[in-house]
């Protein structure tokens, strides 16, 4: 089952968040793959910081 951080919105399978070890939830929506964050606009409106699997909205 995929989880998604609550802090960055990074997905994982993961008790806690690889890249900043928040607290994750199962509650969450919509997903992107991020493959170059340095030249997404899309990354840089989200705040992303790092290329990945990640969720639009994270209850």
Do not use: F
């Amino acid at each position: 089952m995929m989880l998604a951080c609550k802090k960055c919105m990074m997905l994982t399978e993961q008790e806690s968040c690889p890249s900043c070890g928040g607290e994750v939830s199962k509650e969450w929506q919509g997903m992107i793959v991020i493959v170059d964050h340095t030249q997404s606009e899309v990354a840089r409106h989200m705040g992303i910081k790092g290329n990945g699997k990640y969720a639009l909205k994270v209850r």
